[in-house]
């Protein structure tokens, strides 16, 4: 419905808003990860609404996500980047290698923390040698960028532990913990 009336925007916005209001009573020393729609990007409201946020929420640590694929206009993403440092809030590119997966945008705009999609990470205990090598390869590549890798989608301890072993800093997924309702 939001895209219909061209409100993906302002719809996001809403659940960024909530999300931070949700997690008051939580400790700040918490780091929220807050989700973006590609839609947003470049527009001066994402700019505005980021500025609110941190005027509402001054102590709490937060990292905003862009989606992979739409890191693809480097003088935006460098914008961005600073108005983020400047607001103490952190950049995350999330689903990384579900789409273009381009490394360029990593030293460009460089950001804190580079998620792995689900659909390199999930269930590679189980993969084959070759993707698991890939999907190593390509962490320790971002790790020495001095940026921190996430693996989504960690759903087994097995999952959990080769993922360790390859370098991960991070991980998401149903092992860690299910979402409260």
Same mark, same amino acid.
């Given at each position: 419905?939001?895209?219909?009336l061209?409100?993906?925007?302002? =719809?996001?916005e809403?659940?960024? @808003? ?18 973006t +729609? ?12 980021? +500025?609110? =946020? ?8 937060? &990292?905003?996500?862009? +989606? ?11 914008t961005l980047?600073?108005?983020? %440092? ?5 950049? *995350? ?10 490394? @360029? ?15 390199? &990470?999930r269930?590679?205990?189980? *993969?084959?040698? %070759?993707?698991?090598?890939? @999907? ?5 590549? @971002?790790? %020495? ?9 960690? %759903? ?26």
């Amino acid at each position: 419905a939001a895209s219909e009336l061209n409100l993906e925007g302002k =719809l996001s916005e809403s659940f960024r @808003v909530r999300g931070l209001e949700d997690s008051a009573s939580l400790p700040n020393e918490f780091n929220l990860f807050l989700n973006t +729609h590609p839609a947003e990007l470049g527009t001066p409201e994402l700019l505005e609404s980021l +500025h609110l =946020l941190r005027d509402q929420f001054p102590e709490q640590q937060m &990292t905003l996500e862009i +989606h992979e694929a739409a890191v693809t206009n480097p003088s935006m993403m460098q914008t961005l980047r600073a108005v983020l %440092e400047d607001l103490n809030i952190q950049l *995350a590119f999330d689903d990384f290698g579900e789409g273009r997966a381009r490394l @360029v945008e990593l030293g460009e705009a460089k950001p804190h923390f580079v998620k792995f999609d689900m659909k390199l &990470t999930r269930c590679i205990s189980r *993969a084959p040698s %070759e993707r698991q090598g890939i @999907v190593a390869t390509i962490a320790n590549l @971002v790790q %020495e960028l001095g940026i921190i890798v996430l693996a989504e989608g960690v %759903e087994s301890i097995e999952d959990h532990e080769i993922l360790v072993e390859m370098g991960f800093d991070l991980g998401q997924g149903y092992y860690y913990g299910r979402p409260n309702r």
